[in-house]
């Protein structure tokens, strides 16, 4: 047989049509049932994905494929809700109220209805607009400041519990090969967000709805952040950014602001040679803060199979406290979401993993619902500016509370 | 004879215009439509709200600032790589030996992609502790470690901005160059030998630049429009979990966020992109008429 160039041709856009199709979309799992395709961003520590897996697979009523997504998973999965092919369960570091508005995820209120007193209102209350509950807590994650004991007692420097104090320590530490603070490569601006506000007794949104921070005392204190950066007290431009304790337990700084995942690795190298604490507080109104946040289990309401995902979730995220627990504090570190469940926990019994519960406890505040992506980038705008430009606080913070106060109207008119 | 020419023509014009209509027209006009609408995490929004998006997108100072900062970086990229590549064809030109050499080496960057430069840019040349190896040569003459890509006041971002675009596109400019000038007749120069003009500025003036004109419109064309995309290297330079610092941002990297962040407005993000792309229609066609494009050397 002679083959033809046509033929050939047609042979290879065929082969192309056809690997275009394939992927691996990781179907596996022991049920039977209909298919369900549930997303999780890429966590760092290893075991969680083969956890999560095999949690997946012990579900009956449905054939559970799980996608670990590395790379933006915001993005990812805010396009994917937009179309048919993206996930029916998936975790969501939100959702945000134009999700909740636009009815992109579902209304999970039943499902938690039995246990709701029994998970954490602080991460809870961010999932749950109008009394309705859109996401299902999956865990506490909190950041707090980390510091080394040894360096500030060769230094003289007592753990600082006011910003004052925060910056004069940072000043007095930094030296020839080890810097005062690491807040991250960006001076602090992404990492820090609304903490030293909540820390000098501000909020992002006040009860009234309204804009929590206009007041010059809050420009004040945001301006006392520009000292950090201009004393050169911060670490700047580290190999990895202030998610991860490398900079901090390779002694390129004294104190670092990162999260409580990152207690293990600092307890394995550093041994008791360190301390944490919650940021801060500065003002006479103010009190110490901490940020907490919680990625949700969320059902898309495009799935094709709602009342299956639905009851998935259910059943992952409100019944099986083993998996929960196992989940939370077998990989990272994290607490669980549950109160039952962290009351329980012994990693989380003393030690500095004792205090970062007491800080989520006494100090934890989290971004409300109604803090929109526009607001959040208005603000965080200003206060790079202000951490790096020394631009006034005060001129900063009145644009943001002129854009913040428009996007608290726009939400509220469509409500 | 004549309807299977046709035939054939649509069997090997269709998948491209087929392609070409799916994947770039359609998008252009559902992105133009979008941005007469209120459309919050949705592509088929109800909400029409006219120009609404327009004036909110001019009056956002973070956009404007956006806009400036990539003019900027234009008007100081384009002269730079220009006379950077020329130069450098220039001297490879002018090589007896292992000229082939030498103009792989310089053209080998351009096969290096944005994001792995610029994440070595970022993590090894200009890592802000103190044994990054710009960091590294700053210690031997006594000074102190930069943050490069932290500092504003002096803006050194710009540095690494502009040597990591430097770096990869030089060479692939050169090569144009250096295609230009072997087609330069020789006599032209050894008559100028003969009328006594010095070899050097009085050369390069007057016979080797003209003579590059047609190549000169091309390589300005394509690196006016080269800086207009900017985002790859901007992203993976200054980006973190947390987003983008508010210097620095080219208005891709701010649409990027605007829209497809989890701010997800994308009648916002489309109304920013349909003004991006008048102002880059508006400077194509003034370069065009002002480079005189299209016209031949000889035309002069």
Same mark, same amino acid.
């Given at each position: 047989?002679?083959?033809?160039?046509?033929?050939?041709?047609?042979?290879?856009?065929?082969?192309?049509?056809?690997?275009?199709?394939?992927?691996?979309?990781?179907?596996?799992?022991?049920?039977?049932?209909?298919?369900?395709?549930?997303?999780?961003?890429?966590?760092?520590?290893?075991?969680?994905?083969?956890?999560?897996?095999?949690?997946?697979?012990?579900?009956?009523?449905?054939?559970?494929?799980?996608?670990?997504?590395?790379?933006?998973?915001?993005?990812?999965?805010?396009?994917?809700?937009?179309?048919?092919?993206?996930?029916?369960?998936?975790?969501?570091?939100?959702?945000?109220?134009?999700?909740?508005?636009?009815?992109?995820?579902?209304?999970?209120?039943?499902?938690?209805?039995?246990?709701?007193?029994?998970?954490?209102?602080?991460?809870?209350?961010?999932?749950?607009?109008?009394?309705?509950?859109?996401?299902?807590?999956?865990?506490?994650?909190?950041?707090?400041?980390?510091?080394?004991?040894?360096?500030?007692?060769?230094?003289?420097?007592?753990?600082?519990?006011?910003?004052?104090?925060?910056?004069?320590?940072?000043?007095?530490?930094?030296?020839?090969?080890?810097?005062?603070?690491?807040? #991250?490569?960006?001076?602090?601006?992404?990492?820090?967000?609304?903490?030293?506000?909540?820390?000098?007794?501000?909020?992002?949104?006040?009860?009234?709805?309204?804009?929590?921070?206009?007041?010059?005392?809050?420009?004040?204190?945001?301006?006392?952040?520009?000292?950090?950066?201009?004393?050169?007290?911060?670490?700047?431009?580290?190999?990895?950014?202030?998610?991860?304790?490398?900079?901090?337990?390779?002694?390129?700084?004294?104190?670092?602001?990162?999260?409580?995942?990152?207690?293990?690795?600092?307890?394995?190298?550093?041994?008791?040679?360190?301390?944490?604490?919650?940021?801060?507080?500065?003002?006479?109104?103010?009190?110490?803060?901490?940020?907490? #946040?919680?990625?949700?289990?969320?059902?898309?309401?495009?799935?094709?199979?709602?009342?299956?995902?639905?009851?998935?979730?259910?059943?992952?995220?409100?019944?099986?406290?083993?998996?929960?627990?196992?989940?939370?504090?077998?990989?990272?570190?994290?607490?669980?979401?549950?109160?039952?469940?962290?009351?329980?926990?012994?990693?989380?019994?003393?030690?500095?993993?004792?205090?970062?519960?007491?800080?989520?406890?006494?100090?934890?505040?989290?971004?409300?619902?109604?803090?929109?992506?526009?607001?959040?980038?208005?603000?965080?705008?200003?206060?790079?500016?202000?951490?790096?430009?020394?631009?006034?606080?005060?001129?900063?913070?009145?644009?943001?509370?002129?854009?913040?106060?428009?996007?608290?109207?726009?939400?509220?008119?469509?409500? | 004879?004549?309807?299977?020419?046709?035939?054939?023509?649509?069997?090997?014009? #269709?998948?491209?215009?087929?392609?070409?209509?799916?994947?770039?027209?359609?998008?252009?006009?559902?992105?133009?439509?979008?941005?007469?609408?209120?459309?919050?995490?949705?592509?088929?929004?109800?909400?029409?709200?006219?120009?609404?998006?327009?004036?909110?997108?001019?009056?956002?100072?973070?956009?404007?600032?956006?806009?400036?900062?990539?003019?900027?970086?234009?008007?100081?990229?384009?002269?730079?790589?220009?006379?950077?590549?020329?130069?450098?064809?220039?001297?490879?030109?002018?090589?007896?030996?292992?000229?082939?050499?030498?103009?792989?080496?310089?053209?080998?960057?351009?096969?290096?992609?944005?994001?792995?430069?610029?994440?070595?840019?970022?993590?090894?040349?200009?890592?802000?502790?103190?044994?990054?190896?710009?960091?590294?040569?700053?210690?031997?003459?006594?000074?102190?470690?930069?943050?490069?890509?932290?500092?504003?006041?002096?803006?050194?971002?710009?540095?690494?901005?502009?040597?990591?675009?430097?770096?990869?596109?030089?060479?692939?400019?050169?090569?144009?160059?250096?295609?230009?000038?072997?087609?330069?007749?020789?006599?032209?120069?050894?008559?100028?030998?003969?009328?006594?003009?010095?070899?050097?500025?009085?050369?390069?003036?007057?016979?080797?630049?003209?003579?590059?004109?047609?190549?000169?419109?091309?390589?300005?064309?394509?690196?006016?429009?080269?800086?207009?995309?900017?985002?790859?290297?901007?992203?993976?330079?200054?980006?973190?979990?947390?987003?983008?610092?508010?210097?620095?941002?080219?208005?891709?990297?701010?649409?990027?966020?605007?829209?497809?962040?989890?701010?997800?407005?994308?009648?916002?993000?489309?109304?920013?992109?349909?003004?991006?792309?008048?102002?880059?229609?508006?400077?194509?066609?003034?370069?065009?008429?002002?480079?005189?494009?299209?016209?031949?050397?000889?035309?002069?």
């Amino acid at each position: 047989m002679t083959i033809r160039r046509r033929d050939l041709l047609a042979a290879g856009v065929g082969a192309g049509v056809l690997t275009a199709c394939g992927s691996n979309t990781g179907r596996g799992g022991g049920g039977s049932g209909p298919e369900l395709a549930q997303w999780y961003h890429q966590y760092g520590e290893p075991g969680t994905e083969r956890a999560v897996r095999r949690y997946a697979a012990g579900f009956k009523k449905a054939r559970v494929s799980v996608q670990w997504r590395p790379g933006n998973y915001d993005q990812q999965t805010a396009a994917a809700l937009l179309t048919d092919s993206g996930p029916d369960v998936f975790e969501v570091n939100g959702p945000t109220l134009d999700q909740i508005r636009g009815g992109q995820v579902l209304d999970l209120t039943e499902l938690v209805a039995k246990v709701k007193d029994d998970f954490n209102p602080a991460v809870l209350t961010p999932k749950t607009h109008d009394g309705r509950v859109y996401a299902i807590p999956q865990v506490i994650d909190m950041q707090m400041l980390y510091y080394r004991k040894s360096l500030l007692e060769d230094a003289g420097v007592e753990p600082p519990t006011t910003l004052d104090a925060l910056v004069d320590a940072a000043h007095r530490l930094t030296g020839d090969k080890v810097k005062g603070l690491f807040l #991250g490569n960006d001076g602090g601006a992404g990492v820090l967000g609304g903490t030293p506000l909540y820390a000098a007794g501000f909020r992002f949104v006040g009860d009234d709805g309204e804009v929590g921070f206009d007041d010059p005392a809050a420009a004040r204190t945001l301006g006392k952040l520009h000292r950090l950066y201009a004393d050169k007290s911060l670490l700047l431009g580290a190999p990895s950014d202030w998610a991860d304790p490398s900079a901090f337990v390779q002694g390129l700084t004294a104190m670092q602001w990162t999260g409580l995942w990152a207690l293990p690795r600092v307890r394995e190298e550093l041994g008791d040679d360190f301390g944490v604490l919650p940021f801060p507080r500065d003002g006479s109104q103010g009190r110490p803060s901490v940020p907490v #946040g919680a990625y949700g289990a969320a059902v898309s309401a495009r799935s094709r199979h709602k009342e299956t995902a639905a009851r998935y979730v259910q059943w992952l995220w409100v019944e099986r406290t083993d998996y929960q627990e196992d989940f939370a504090l077998s990989y990272g570190f994290h607490i669980p979401a549950r109160i039952s469940l962290a009351e329980k926990a012994t990693a989380l019994k003393d030690g500095p993993a004792a205090d970062a519960v007491r800080f989520t406890t006494d100090h934890g505040y989290a971004q409300p619902l109604l803090w929109t992506p526009a607001s959040q980038t208005a603000y965080q705008d200003a206060l790079s500016r202000i951490i790096k430009d020394g631009a006034g606080p005060e001129r900063e913070l009145r644009a943001v509370v002129r854009k913040v106060s428009a996007e608290l109207d726009r939400v509220k008119k469509t409500s | 004879m004549r309807r299977r020419g046709a035939l054939w023509f649509w069997v090997f014009v #269709g998948p491209f215009a087929l392609g070409l209509a799916l994947f770039t027209y359609v998008p252009l006009l559902w992105s133009v439509t979008l941005s007469f609408f209120d459309a919050h995490n949705t592509v088929t929004p109800t909400r029409f709200v006219g120009l609404d998006n327009y004036t909110a997108m001019l009056r956002d100072r973070a956009f404007v600032d956006s806009l400036r900062t990539f003019l900027v970086f234009t008007a100081f990229i384009v002269p730079v790589t220009y006379v950077f590549s020329l130069s450098l064809a220039l001297m490879v030109n002018r090589l007896r030996t292992a000229r082939a050499f030498f103009r792989s080496v310089f053209f080998l960057p351009a096969a290096c992609s944005y994001v792995v430069a610029a994440l070595i840019w970022k993590m090894s040349l200009f890592s802000g502790v103190r044994f990054g190896l710009a960091n590294s040569v700053l210690g031997w003459f006594g000074g102190d470690p930069v943050a490069w890509l932290s500092t504003t006041d002096p803006p050194w971002y710009w540095l690494v901005i502009v040597t990591v675009r430097l770096w990869l596109q030089a060479g692939f400019y050169m090569i144009l160059f250096l295609a230009g000038l072997q087609r330069i007749d020789p006599a032209l120069y050894e008559a100028a030998a003969v009328d006594g003009a010095r070899p050097g500025w009085t050369v390069l003036r007057h016979i080797t630049l003209p003579q590059l004109r047609a190549t000169s419109v091309a390589v300005v064309l394509l690196l006016v429009i080269n800086a207009f995309q900017a985002f790859d290297e901007f992203y993976n330079l200054l980006s973190d979990a947390r987003g983008y610092p508010p210097y620095a941002r080219p208005p891709l990297v701010y649409l990027y966020y605007t829209a497809l962040g989890q701010g997800q407005n994308l009648g916002l993000g489309s109304a920013g992109a349909v003004i991006l792309a008048l102002v880059i229609a508006v400077v194509t066609l003034g370069q065009a008429r002002w480079l005189r494009l299209g016209r031949t050397d000889a035309d002069g």
